[in-house]
């Protein structure tokens, strides 16, 4: 008999939250790891990898995607405007509203050290085959469309 069949596990909803917590934690502390190694908060390094990857945004929008308040959007926009890696600007779409781009040192800096991190997190799941990867990825965009679906609260109502 297998340990989590032994203890009530097995294939349970709680058994896979245990799970998926611990991976989630390993991977988390591989990635503060290697952030911290590039000589980045979290927060700074999120906006640069946004805008490499997703262009000029609004600081709004920017905000959501990398999961910071506006006061931390503020805080992040303007050390990485002292160093020269970001610019605001106007947005010709609304004038309320400012857009955040990467300036050709920020471009260069952020495609050296995404490479970086990209490397340290493949050393985190080099024991995976592609094929495993793509059904964990399958799996995992699954199984967070059905958590959604089947919460019994919104999202940020707390419980």
Not at 81 to 89: D, K, L, Q, S
Not at 90 to 95: F, I, K, N
């Amino acid at each position: 008999m297998k340990k989590a069949e032994q203890n009530g596990g097995g294939g349970s909803g709680v058994h896979l939250w245990l799970i998926l917590w611990k991976a989630f934690r390993a991977m988390e502390a591989h990635a503060d790891r290697s952030i911290a190694g590039l000589g980045l908060c979290w927060s700074d390094f999120g906006v640069l990898e946004a805008l490499l990857h997703k262009g000029p945004l609004a600081v709004k929008v920017l905000g959501e995607k990398v999961l910071l308040t506006s006061g931390s959007m503020t805080a992040a926009i303007d050390r990485l405007e002292r160093r020269g890696w970001v610019e605001r600007g106007a947005d010709p779409g609304d004038r309320r509203s400012r857009i955040v781009r990467l300036t050709a040192e920020g471009r260069k800096t952020i495609e050296t050290l995404f490479a970086e991190h990209e490397r340290d997190m493949e050393q985190a799941v080099a024991g995976l085959k592609d094929s495993e990867r793509t059904t964990l990825i399958d799996l995992l965009r699954t199984l967070g469309g059905l958590a959604v679906r089947h919460t019994r609260f919104a999202p940020d109502e707390g419980s």
